[in-house]
């Protein structure tokens, strides 16, 4: 089992910015891919950035050149820097896991990003 647990999500006035975390635990040298995706009210949950073990990350258009993925092996903590910010960006941030050879993913609860116009 992997638990996630995010945090840093708040209310931001339109071109500030914020950062989450992401504090992973449990069997957390499985993970191949950790990710922050995030649901906006009515609509479907969508990826925002991933990264992998070595570094490489992917990031949605919406988001690319605004915000920055990176993790902390250390700390077992994936970042997600979000600069830039715009009031369509308001959503419920998700970290996810996955552990490729099992076939599985973990969520977490998601933190609350609010950005006002």
């Known amino acids: 089992q992997v638990q996630l647990v995010e945090s840093g999500g708040g209310l931001v006035q339109a071109g500030g910015s914020l950062r989450l975390s992401c504090a992973a635990s449990g069997r957390i040298f499985n993970i191949n891919v950790m990710g922050w995706y995030r649901q906006a009210p009515g609509k479907q949950r969508e990826l925002v950035a991933t990264i992998t073990t070595d570094g490489s990350t992917n990031y949605a258009d919406s988001v690319r050149g605004r915000s920055t993925i990176s993790r902390d092996n250390a700390k077992n903590t994936v970042y997600l820097q979000m600069n830039g910010l715009k009031p369509e960006d308001t959503a419920v941030y998700y970290c996810?896991?996955?552990?490729?050879?099992?076939?599985?993913?973990?969520w977490g609860k998601g933190t609350l990003v609010t950005v006002s116009a």
């Open positions: 996810n896991a996955v552990i490729k050879f099992l076939s599985v993913d973990y």
